[in-house]
């Protein structure tokens, strides 16, 4: 490969990778070339076209998330306001019947992608598989909105793996806090097809950084004909399948009336799960205390070779953990992190993550940072069939991240992934590098105005609580669905 290509990092702090573990190097030296790794460590004797040191900084392998969030989260309007049927997040009866629709246009579909995207790498990740919600649309996910998301990510330069979801079904409230499901299959066999359709489209494009994946949404709007065909095409195709599973008690109760077995056993019944199955979140498994009595529901998981989707942050937001990632792990299973939510930081998710774990187990040498650190990059390589992803190490993808170590507000350092872990948050990334391209330096991405962005998104996000009783049972105000805080009191005249 031509030196006039090759580009030399140095940092404080460089995190490598050998025998198959990361490993810190002090005053460290990162050079790649034509997008990959060509040497990592001390002294590179050969020429390059540029040096930039960052000092007082800790080089890193960038983060894979195995659930970006690629939507204007809505979390915060379900945060302290519960419970979830009076409060728009299931839709009622009568919207059903009036025929649901898209709350958000094409244009703004698109946008939400590009725009999350771009928090995606600001946050320090540069590996992403995103997630949006279906509570807004009409039913699923579409091919339009995901050549847009095609687009915006070639143009940002993040690595994703992409496909719309789909769905067989839909649950509605019919009732004070009684629920029922409308299934429609031919739709959802239309959303897979569809989504076969765009993987044999998209997948490579942008020089190998979009890749592809299926999406069906959750396993309790599935049919067993939907999983089971989304199986064979997930085979045929050689792409990853992420199903939410495991997650919460309407899941679990709803999976079980209809099936009369736990999320996991109906899937191996089904012969769904196996090495390219991605599964947030895992919690609600049997036994466990969500799910007492015999069971082996992470055993199947492991002996499958499906890998387990940990997101932290938003478990915890809503009363929720593993039991633990400590014991999930000692099981043998293959487990990556992803984010799920606003802020979509990956640290926070560690460093949440943690504080659970030690919270289950009682003890606080139940997991270290370094344990969460390889779950958020070797984990979610592992998890996608990639060696070239997680760690730099020579002959990797070059996907960098930079983190600022200058912060006075950080402390003094002793080992930086422990320091991080304590007092960072993803707006510590100082810069991005992904597959070689400078993504992002000083927190300025190009073709970015970011301050622009965020006023369009909150426009959006307005115009979505203003439809909000269409889809709200007994269709209350805006001022009835969601509370404040503390009282508002509005400036005079306004």
Not at 200 to 217: N, V, W, Y
Not at 273 to 294: N, Y
Not at 449 to 471: E, K, T
Request: aromatic fraction near 8%; proline fraction near 6%.
């Amino acid at each position: 490969m031509p030196a006039s290509q090759r580009t030399l990092l140095t940092a404080d702090w460089v995190v490598g990778h050998a025998d198959g573990h990361h490993l810190l190097y002090r005053q460290g030296e990162v050079v790649f070339e034509h997008g990959e790794i060509v040497f990592v460590g001390h002294g590179f004797a050969g020429e390059v076209a540029e040096r930039r040191d960052y000092g007082r900084a800790l080089i890193a392998p960038g983060f894979i998330d195995l659930d970006a969030l690629s939507d204007l989260d809505t979390t915060i309007l379900a945060f302290d306001n519960h419970p979830s049927w009076r409060k728009g997040r299931t839709w009622p009866k009568s919207y059903m019947d009036a025929g649901p629709y898209e709350m958000y246009s094409p244009e703004e579909l698109v946008f939400q992608k590009r725009h999350a995207f771009a928090r995606l790498i600001r946050n320090g990740i540069t590996t992403a598989l995103p997630i949006a919600s279906l509570y807004y649309r009409e039913w699923g996910e579409t091919t339009h909105e995901f050549a847009g998301a095609a687009r915006a990510a070639e143009e940002l330069g993040l690595r994703v793996y992409l496909g719309p979801a789909f769905r067989t079904g839909n649950p509605y409230v019919v009732a004070p806090d009684h629920f029922e499901l409308h299934f429609d299959e031919d739709r959802g066999f239309r959303g897979l097809t569809d989504a076969i359709a765009f993987c044999k489209s998209f997948e490579g494009k942008a020089q190998g950084l979009i890749r592809t994946m299926l999406a069906p949404d959750r396993i309790e709007t599935c049919t067993a004909g939907l999983l089971q065909r989304t199986a064979a095409a997930g085979a045929d195709l050689d792409v990853p399948i992420r199903l939410h599973c495991a997650q919460g008690a309407f899941e679990r109760d709803t999976v079980r009336r209809l099936h009369g077995m736990t999320s996991i056993e109906w899937l191996e019944s089904l012969g769904f799960l196996s090495e390219r199955t991605l599964l947030p979140h895992g919690i609600f498994v049997k036994p466990s205390r969500h799910i007492p009595g015999p069971g082996r529901d992470l055993d199947i998981v492991r002996e499958t070779g499906a890998a387990l989707v940990h997101c932290p942050l938003v478990s915890a937001r809503f009363g929720e953990a593993l039991e633990s990632f400590k014991s999930y792990r000692e099981r043998g299973l293959r487990i990556g992190l992803g984010t799920d939510t606003s802020p979509p930081d990956m640290l926070l998710n560690m460093q949440i993550g943690l504080m659970l774990c030690r919270l289950a187990e009682h003890s606080v040498i139940a997991c270290r940072s370094e344990d969460y650190f390889d779950a958020a990059t070797l984990g979610g390589a592992e998890a996608l069939g990639r060696d070239d992803l997680g760690r730099l190490a020579p002959r990797c993808r070059a996907d960098i991240v930079v983190w600022d170590l200058a912060n006075p507000d950080l402390g003094q350092i002793i080992d930086p992934i422990q320091t991080l872990m304590i007092g960072g948050t993803g707006r510590d990334v100082r810069s991005v590098v992904i597959d070689g391209r400078f993504v992002m330096e000083d927190r300025k991405i190009p073709g970015v105005d970011y301050a622009a962005d965020v006023r369009r998104a909150q426009r959006q996000f307005d115009g979505l609580i203003a439809r909000y009783p269409d889809r709200t049972f007994g269709h209350p105000s805006v001022s009835e669905i969601f509370s404040s805080a503390y009282p508002v009191v509005a400036p005079p005249g306004s």
